[in-house]
């Protein structure tokens, strides 16, 4: 069973829809991050966090520490926005080695 | 350039055949990790570094695989004797490093494809 696990696998929208994708994980980390990997193939990294609530735009991160579990929200998608968003935490005290989930692909329709 | 960095971006090699590949992180980052990624799947680590030390090689699969960051920036990832199922993208990254935990910057790639 892999350490992170994301749902949903596959996300369908349509343009102006509120997205949600969750990532839940089975052991303790110091950090959690959320990627973005393009169609192209190109990963950025949207968020890093350890607490609470990020927000970056249109994009929320939120992470509750107690339930192991951390979201990442879309507000009023676009199609631009479709992509595959991974999530990937560093265990315990860790600071180097990344476990990452299998991602979510999301597709937005104008 | 500004970004991190990685060549050859394609390669293509015929099974048996040892294959290096490059990652020139943001200048002035610290770590640097080396990750794996299958057609589909979401990326593996295989090593890290800070400066020159290697840090946590433990992802690495097998023996055949091995990497080196000798004077703490640029870094070769090795794979010999290259088999099929080591076709794959390889992806470096960089970060600031040190005692927090930072973001990691992600290079474009090197998409390996062993006949």
């Known amino acids: 069973k892999n350490e992170v696990e994301q749902s949903p696998q596959n996300l369908t929208a349509q343009e102006g829809e509120f997205i949600t994708i969750n990532c839940s994980y089975s052991v303790g980390i110091s950090a959690l991050h959320w990627l973005q990997q393009h169609p192209g193939g190109g990963i950025v990294s949207l968020f890093m966090?350890?607490?609470g609530k990020k927000k970056h735009g249109r994009l929320i991160a939120t992470i509750n520490i107690q339930e192991k579990h951390s979201s990442l929200h879309i507000t009023a998608s676009h199609p631009r926005d479709s992509a595959v968003y991974i999530c990937?935490?560093?265990?315990?005290?860790?600071?180097?080695?990344?476990?990452f989930g299998r991602g979510t692909q999301l597709t937005v329709w104008p | 350039g500004a970004g991190v960095s990685q060549s050859p971006r394609y390669k293509v090699t015929k099974r048996g055949q040892d294959v290096a590949l490059r990652c020139d992180p943001i200048?002035?980052?610290?770590?640097l990790y080396w990750y794996r990624q299958a057609l589909g799947q979401g990326p593996e680590f295989l090593t890290y570094f800070n400066y020159e030390a290697q840090q946590d090689k433990s992802g690495l699969p097998n023996d055949r695989f091995s990497a080196e960051r000798p004077e703490g920036s640029i870094s070769t990832l090795t794979i010999q004797r290259t088999e099929q199922r080591d076709s794959a993208m390889y992806r470096c990254?960089?970060?600031?490093?040190?005692?927090?935990?930072?973001?990691?910057?992600f290079g474009p790639g090197t998409r390996l494809t062993v006949l």
């Open positions: 966090l350890s607490s």
């Open positions: 200048s002035g980052h610290v770590s």
């Open positions: 990254a960089s970060s600031f490093g040190g005692l927090a935990v930072n973001e990691q910057f």
């Open positions: 990937a935490v560093h265990r315990g005290s860790t600071l180097g080695r990344l476990y």
